[in-house]
């Protein structure tokens, strides 16, 4: 089984709001098509929030402290961002349909819940079931109720790991808008070094974040989850969802410029 995430800032412009990466997208759903046709392989794919989900969870502080009597607009957020990812979802989805993916989403919130922001109960006898189908399940980073926090953003990243984790998967792909963890953040410094292998959180404890930090944590973020499932010897790759033709290899075991998560 191969897990694809599919970051936001590769499917929606970040910088405007509910904006969807048309040709961005058209394109990774073709490069998925083409690997999808070429492997026996079980595939599940993962796709962030981006400019959907991102901007209300931060307006309503969704997952921060919050008194009761402050409850009622909490949940009015919880909604408004659950509604803005699961547009999202149906977007990336119709795509993927309209290039022949038999694709089935799967909202977290409808079955995932967490404790103290992280996942608590997550049945994964749906996921088995349309797998065993012939299916692609798609889901998503998600608000799901907690039983400490009362409501918490569950990052697409978290819900991968423990996919992989409970579902014994292959490997790992990220797809992200760069080619994976670097010394500096590319985007801003010409001097930044990429680095090739992350075996520890030593290896980027004093990074910088390679993308902006958003709600669910950035490349950081993203890296910690992957060194958990590498304790389990499940491999990752970050990899650039920007360069063309780079998922489609990716998924066919290819080499791909990027940076691999793994323990030594």
């Known amino acids: 089984m191969i897990i694809l995430k599919i970051g936001g800032s590769i499917i929606t412009n970040k910088d405007s709001q509910r904006e969807v990466d048309t040709s961005s997208l058209k394109r990774i759903a073709s490069e998925i098509k083409r690997s999808f046709d070429n492997s026996s392989k079980e595939l599940i794919i993962v796709h962030g929030a981006g400019s959907f989900g991102h901007p209300p969870a931060k307006k309503y502080q969704i997952g921060q402290p919050f008194e009761m009597k402050d409850y009622l607009e909490k949940r ?100 992200t808008d760069v080619a994976g963890v670097y010394t500096k953040n590319p985007k801003t410094h010409d001097d930044a070094v990429h680095i090739d292998e992350v075996n520890s959180i030593e290896d980027i404890k004093f990074l910088e974040s390679t993308t ?53």
């Not at 919880?78 to 909202?107: D, R, T």
């Not at 063309?244 to 940076?259: D, R």
């Open 76 to 175: 009015i957020g919880f909604a408004e961002v659950q509604n803005e990812v699961k547009k999202l979802n149906s977007i990336i989805c119709e795509s993927l349909i309209e290039h022949g993916i038999p694709v089935i989403a799967i909202p977290p919130s409808s079955f995932i819940t967490s404790h103290n922001k992280r996942i608590y109960d997550f049945d994964l006898n749906l996921i088995k079931t349309y797998l065993s189908e012939g299916f692609v399940p798609v889901l998503f980073g998600d608000v799901v109720i907690d039983d400490e926090v009362k409501i918490a953003v569950i990052s697409g990243d978290q819900v991968l790991q423990y996919i992989a984790k409970f579902l014994k998967s292959d490997r790992i792909v990220l797809g």
């Open 212 to 264: 902006n930090v958003d709600v669910t944590g950035g490349m950081v973020g993203k890296v910690k989850e992957l060194l958990d499932l590498a304790d389990y010897g499940i491999s990752s790759e970050i990899i650039n969802a920007n360069e063309e033709g780079a998922i489609a290899k990716a998924l066919q075991g290819m080499k791909v410029n990027g940076t691999k998560i793994c323990r030594k």
